[in-house]
């Protein structure tokens, strides 16, 4: 079974500009989530998405960070403008209902 | 509020010793406990879980983990560590009614050859 995608794998950008992350679930998992991982940090958890509704985006910092999925199967993250403490991780992961999350390989995203 | 704590930011075996990565967590209701391990460049992979049932659980790689209710642990084990076994592993808790899973911060473990 195919895993959950993620491109682009890296990415480095300037302060200020705009930078989109796209993940494809695992098929058939119809919960989807976005964690940001620091580097020496655990994952934390951004955004949650069962189907196309958002679940729980608490922890969203919805003045720059927004994300959607509007078909109900691939998702993607967007961050404007940047800032240099948003360099991280971003790992996209997929689940049926409340079961185990599958993680992608995530995107090392570097704001210099 | 739930969370996990790993109190060991680095643990160092020699191949073929018994490994153990801690985990100590806290939730306001039954917990669903789980393992993920990490590689350099690679997302996370997950190892094993705790639902209900035996307290010993059983997952991939050789690894298992012991739930222990009274004191709010679940340690991961391994009873002889491999030099491919390094990488870097979390404990993730989430509360049974709930979605959110919260992560530890991890522990970096080195198997010496």
């Known amino acids: 079974e195919a895993g959950v995608a993620q491109s682009p794998r890296y990415k480095i950008i300037e302060k200020r500009q705009s930078v989109a992350f796209w993940c494809n679930p695992i098929?058939?998992?119809?919960?989807l989530y976005w964690y940001q991982q620091i580097l020496g940090q655990g994952p934390k958890l951004l955004i949650q998405?069962?189907?196309?509704?958002?679940?729980?985006d608490s922890q969203l910092p919805k003045d720059r960070f927004s994300a959607e999925r509007l078909k109900g199967v691939d998702s993607t993250l967007k961050i404007q403008p940047a800032k240099l403490e948003d360099s991280a991780v971003y790992l996209c992961?997929?689940?049926?209902?409340?079961?185990?999350?599958?993680f992608g390989p995530g995107t090392r995203l570097t704001v210099t | 509020a739930q969370s996990v704590a790993q109190p060991e930011d680095q643990v160092n075996v020699a191949e073929g010793n018994p490994l153990t990565v801690k985990c100590t967590y806290s939730?306001?209701?039954?917990?669903?406990l789980f393992w993920y391990v990490q590689y350099p460049n690679r997302g996370l992979q997950f190892l094993l879980k705790?639902?209900?049932?035996?307290?010993l659980v059983k997952g991939s790689y050789g690894f298992e983990a012991e739930f222990n209710k009274s004191q709010t642990s679940f340690h991961l084990k391994k009873p002889s560590a491999l030099v491919s076994d390094s990488a870097l592993y979390f404990c993730?808790?989430?509360?049974?009614?709930?979605?959110?899973?919260?992560f530890g911060a991890g522990t970096t473990v080195t198997v010496r050859a």
């Open positions: 998405f069962q189907n196309n509704g958002v679940v729980d």
């Open positions: 993730a808790v989430r509360d049974w009614g709930d979605y959110k899973l919260s």
């Open positions: 939730v306001s209701g039954n917990p669903y």
């Open positions: 992961a997929s689940s049926l209902e409340k079961g185990e999350q599958y």
């Open positions: 098929s058939g998992h119809a919960t």
């Open positions: 705790y639902i209900t049932g035996d307290n």
